[in-house]
């Protein structure tokens, strides 16, 4: 029951809002005085940047009349697109103005013509403090432990499986006489066994127990079709293999879930009868 584990997925990573986050490029600690003096000798700042793809030349920087460095800021948003910079605690940032996957940023690189200055700000591949690109928070959830690598234990994931086979709760069929269709459904259970890793695998799994008695857990079941029950039993797998590193906590419950199928049948407009009989 593969569609179980999936919507069984999509249900933690919205009760633990495990949302989408934007790309976001850091600059390097920056003297305000020094730098504030150099941007004010420059009339023609530019740079080279990717954002979310798409590469761009922000040319034409007129930084002389400028007083301040969130000056800069505003400069520098004037003539850029799809992206946003920032200037607090001595850093410049840039972040791109979308989130998810596709959500990327490049460090800033010499522009075709004007003066650079990306390494003044801090932004180049050399001097940055750190580069993320976006992504959404499902990409912590993963189904099955398929192709596994070491050090995803390491980190902050959730692992949604079943180790059991689904078993069958009910079955039916409904005639729909005005439409002519016949409905069949079945009701299935599945024992779902969700494992938390990393740092924050107690603070997670501890989460998901307690808002499984939530409006929003009500919400979220009705929406996704499925029923999740409360968790029946709590393993920490790390203290009961006496292991001093990767934290795991599993929980498992069982997760319920309808199918059905409509099958559309013949109408019959008039009865007709055959009499057979032998002479």
């Known amino acids: 029951m593969n569609q179980a584990l999936k919507k069984t997925a999509q249900f933690v990573r919205d009760i633990l809002q495990m949302s989408s986050y934007a790309a976001d490029l850091v600059g390097a600690i920056v003297v305000e005085s020094t730098v504030l003096s150099s941007l004010q000798a420059i009339s023609d700042g530019s740079f080279a940047i990717t954002v979310d793809g798409m590469a761009q030349d922000v040319t034409g920087l007129d930084f002389t009349s400028i007083l301040s460095l969130d000056d800069a800021v505003t400069v520098i948003n004037g003539t850029m697109t799809d992206a946003t910079a920032v200037y607090s605690d001595n850093q410049f940032a840039i972040g791109s103005d979308t989130t998810g996957r596709t959500s990327t940023l490049s460090y800033l690189s010499a522009a ?5 200055i990306g390494a003044l700000v801090g932004l180049t591949e050399l001097t940055a403090e750190s580069l993320s690109q976006g992504g959404y928070g499902e990409e912590l959830i993963k189904i099955g432990r398929i192709d596994w690598e070491l050090v995803d234990f390491n980190n902050d994931y959730v692992a949604v499986d079943s180790i059991s086979p689904a078993t069958r709760v009910s079955s039916g069929e409904k005639f729909d006489e005005n439409g002519w269709l016949i409905s069949y459904f079945e ?3 599945t024992p779902v066994v969700i494992s938390f ?8 799994a501890d989460k998901l127990r307690l808002m499984l008695k939530s409006e929003l857990a009500f919400e979220l079941q009705e929406e996704l079709g499925v029923a ?22 599993d929980l498992n419950l069982n997760v319920e879930l309808s199918i059905a199928t409509d099958v559309s049948t013949s109408t019959l407009d008039e009865a007709q009868t055959s009499i057979l009989f032998n002479k």
């Open 197 to 204: 890793y990393g740092d924050n695998a107690y603070t997670y």
């Open 187 to 189: 009701k299935w259970r």
């Open 228 to 249: 999740i029950y409360a968790a029946t039993s709590v393993l920490d797998v790390k203290n009961l293999t006496g292991r001093t590193y990767n934290n795991r906590i």
């Open 112 to 116: 075709a013509s004007g003066t650079f």
